[in-house]
């Protein structure tokens, strides 16, 4: 999925939010007005010296080319973007290029084109001894040509003979793999202590890779603190978008190099960290001790609610703050979250036009052999589509008209499934009536054809995180030999104002499913701020406990956009009572010795003991009876069957279930018998190859394994209107429909019995 470069939730009530900041250090003044220094300027103020580089790879796959690349025609086109951090310089860049291309092609006069931002850096020769095989390159990049966003391109130059030859011919193609790789060597760029950068050092939008930032606690975390961290986690998760967000926990002790989140509460202190003397919420940033060209980001607060609206401040008002250090002297209580409002999430109360969703720029496409126009848009996992035709989407889109009547068409795919094709109209070439010719002076007509359509996704098409892909495909006529010239004057658009709109539909999901808890983090997710959330940690939490909870909370800010700074954090589960009206995130990295666990024990589909594990299992033939069912994620199965066994294994379980504190809420637990078991669980909820694995109502990791072991749906949260409700449940109970309809049809004819009775009585009465 492609990232959007916009603000990933709303900042307007930023600036009102926050009357901010004065600095209690010696240095810089924090102000609004102070204007954000350029990096030049930043690396002169820096007064330590840049350490060695270092090199790493990207794959195509990783800068997002989901497939190979294939090229095709006499000049077939097909690339990347990539970017470089801005705290880094590359000094030497290269393409190790995997390719093949057809036997066909003519040497003299075909070729290969690598280019970076437009301009060529190698030219590949394509000799016949080579055609149709498996081919590495190996092609230095020179650094000059490289910025801070860069597209790399492959274009093919194809011609397969000296004669009148066909554009379109099959024999023109080239692939380039997408495991062709880049290699990057950069030296780091020491930047100012300065507010006004971030995110920048801690995460970098140009940066493809996975975002992965240590954060460090002065002391053994309590309540408060975690809460604090947790809403600085998520804040990185949501910016740091399809790259994914991996929070490693320390306590006491920085990480030896490399950037880092630093949480310094009261008297609290981390080795080699030093700060002013406290006069309330203060957000500062300074450089690493033992790696001069790492930040360390230092959130400090005489209590713990000081340290949470620093945290707060942070991550809905970072680009307010300037300067080494801000002390936060007013900040107003942000406005709650109402259900289903996630700034990543389609609107249920609105339409949602395309331009919210994608840049303009990305909904053109031109050339006969276009990208795919991509559309990415989250769903709230809940929405009941029953008896519905599905989301409707209007679509309207533009075109440069066919020349004649074809087979050109617009096809519609949803997440890599046709939906649906439309055709392309010709051009109209009778002369223009008197009253078109009059609007035509009004209103000059554009030189693409507009069309619209309304047509319906199904629900069941659309997992949470889905995309519409849009093709634009064009037939070519072949006029003869020496005839068949393409002109490169097709355009293609999706216009901004096209809509897609889930109004209309109610929330009601059977429950427990592993698969809207990974993929969107429901029930959590349903509001944005986790104000209905409590996360629930062992009464002396480890390390891996810690970095567990903290990556959760990046997963909850990346599916909805915005900051958790309302979730409620319990160690050992004291509060569970004032907590029954929440849904429960509960996290045990020793699960075998957990008294909450143990409690609960008759609640959970499995069992975890110093000495044995046990899983209920849901069989073949429970899905094989059930295979009449329309909708089998609304029907309770039970499980079959149910394995103990003892091992020293480290495997992690992931499980929901109903709350045994009140009926409608969720419990959603990740356990493991060790520590090491919560990182393989939060890496399987990371990693999209493992997380479609992860479904049901249990699933359990072993490594890079995922396994769903049972699937029982034993409640339902949200709700239907009244005749819905019925209709629904009678659907589910055919045999009380038969009932019903013996009943109804008993009590019918009971009342035309007493009817045609008394009419009777009465016609013998008029008689006598």
Request: proline share 8%.
């Amino acid at each position: 999925m492609t990232e959007k470069s916009r603000t990933p939730w709303r900042m307007a009530p930023v600036f009102a939010a926050i009357a901010l900041l004065s600095a209690p250090m010696s240095g810089p003044s924090s102000a609004l007005a102070q204007p954000k220094p350029s990096p030049a300027a930043a690396a002169a103020q820096s007064e330590a010296p840049p350490t060695a580089g270092r090199s790493y790879e990207v794959t195509f796959r990783q800068l997002g080319a989901l497939f190979p690349l294939q090229l095709r025609g006499v000049q077939g086109t097909g690339g990347v973007q990539f970017g470089v951090r801005g705290d880094e310089v590359v000094t030497r860049a290269r393409l190790h290029l995997n390719y093949a291309y057809s036997p066909a092609l003519l040497p003299e006069i075909s070729h290969l084109r690598v280019l970076v931002n437009e301009q060529v850096v190698a030219t590949i020769p394509v000799p016949n001894k080579q055609g149709g095989q498996a081919l590495q390159q190996v092609i230095d990049i020179p650094t000059r040509l490289i910025g801070e966003f860069n597209r790399l391109n492959v274009e093919l130059i194809g011609h397969y003979t000296m004669d009148c030859e066909d554009p379109a011919h099959t024999s023109l193609w080239a692939n380039v793999g997408n495991d062709s790789r880049l290699e990057l060597s950069v030296d780091p760029l020491a930047l100012a202590n300065d507010l006004a950068f971030l995110p920048e050092p801690f995460f970098d939008r140009r940066d493809s890779r996975a975002l992965k930032l240590p954060i460090v606690f002065a002391t053994q975390p309590d309540a408060a603190q975690l809460e604090a961290a947790g809403t600085l986690s998520s804040w990185f998760g949501a910016l740091a978008g399809f790259r994914g967000a991996f929070f490693p926990a320390s306590v006491g002790q920085l990480p030896p190099t490399g950037n880092a989140v630093v949480l310094v509460q009261g008297s609290g202190a981390v080795p080699g960290v030093s700060l002013p003397q406290g006069s309330g919420p203060t957000v500062t940033m300074m450089a690493h001790p033992s790696d001069p060209t790492a930040k360390l980001l230092v959130i400090s607060g005489r209590d713990a609610q000081e340290l949470k609206r620093a945290a707060a401040a942070v991550a809905v008002g970072a680009s307010a703050l300037s300067g080494p250090s801000a002390t936060i002297t007013d900040f107003k209580q942000i406005s709650p979250r109402k259900p289903y409002d996630a700034p990543n999430w389609l609107s249920t109360s609105r339409a949602v036009k395309f331009g919210e969703l994608e840049d303009a720029e990305k909904l053109r496409v031109s050339g006969y052999y276009p990208d795919l126009i991509r559309v990415n848009f989250q769903v709230p996992p809940d929405l009941f589509g029953w008896r519905k035709q599905g989301i409707p989407v209007h679509m309207k889109y533009r075109y440069t008209a066919r020349p004649e009547t074809d087979k050109s068409t617009l096809n519609v795919n949803v997440n890599e499934q046709f939906l649906r094709s439309l055709p392309l109209r010709a051009m109209d070439h009778s002369p223009p009536t008197r009253l078109e010719g009059m609007l035509n002076k009004v209103t000059p007509a554009s030189d693409l054809l507009p069309a619209e359509e309304l047509f319906h996704i199904p629900l069941f098409k659309l997992p949470s995180r889905s995309q519409v892909q849009l093709h634009y495909h064009y037939e070519i006529k072949k006029e003869g030999a020496c005839k068949d010239v393409l002109l490169d004057n097709v355009r293609g658009t999706v216009e901004p104002d096209s809509t897609i709109d889930i109004t209309g539909f109610s929330h009601f999901l059977a429950m427990p499913d592993l698969a809207a808890f990974g993929n969107s983090g429901f029930p959590f997710s349903r509001l944005a701020d986790l104000s209905e959330t409590a996360v629930v940690l062992p009464a002396q939490p480890e390390v891996a406990d810690y970095a567990a909870y903290l990556s959760l909370m990046g997963l909850m800010g990346n599916v909805t956009g915005y900051p958790a700074h309302a979730v409620t954090v319990d160690l050992g589960g004291s509060q569970l009572n004032a907590l029954s009206d929440k849904d429960l995130l509960v996290i045990a990295s020793n699960g075998a010795k957990s008294p909450l666990l143990e409690q609960w024990a008759k609640y959970l589909p499995f069992s975890l003991t110093p000495n044995a594990k046990g899983f209920r299992l849901s069989d073949y033939a429970s899905r094989l009876l059930n295979w009449w069912d329309p909708d089998q994620r609304d029907r309770v199965k039970p499980s079959r069957s149910e394995i103990t066994f003892t091992s020293a294994s480290t495997d992690a379980v992931i499980a929901g279930f109903e709350s045994p504190l009140k009926s409608g809420r969720s419990v959603v637990l990740l356990a493991s018998s060790q520590p090491s078991g919560l990182e393989q669980a939060v890496n399987a909820l990371l990693t999209p190859d493992l997380l479609r694995h992860i479904q049901g109502s249990t699933a359990v990791v072993r490594e890079k394994q995922v396994n769903s072991l049972a699937a029982e749906q034993t409640y339902h949260v949200g709700s239907l209107g009244p005749v819905t409700r019925v209709q629904w449940w009678l659907s589910r109970h055919p045999l009380a429909l038969v009932v019903l309809g013996v009943v109804a049809a008993a009590l019918i004819g009971l009342l035309l019995y007493i009817v045609l009775r008394a009419r009777a009585h009465a016609r013998l009465k008029t008689q006598a």
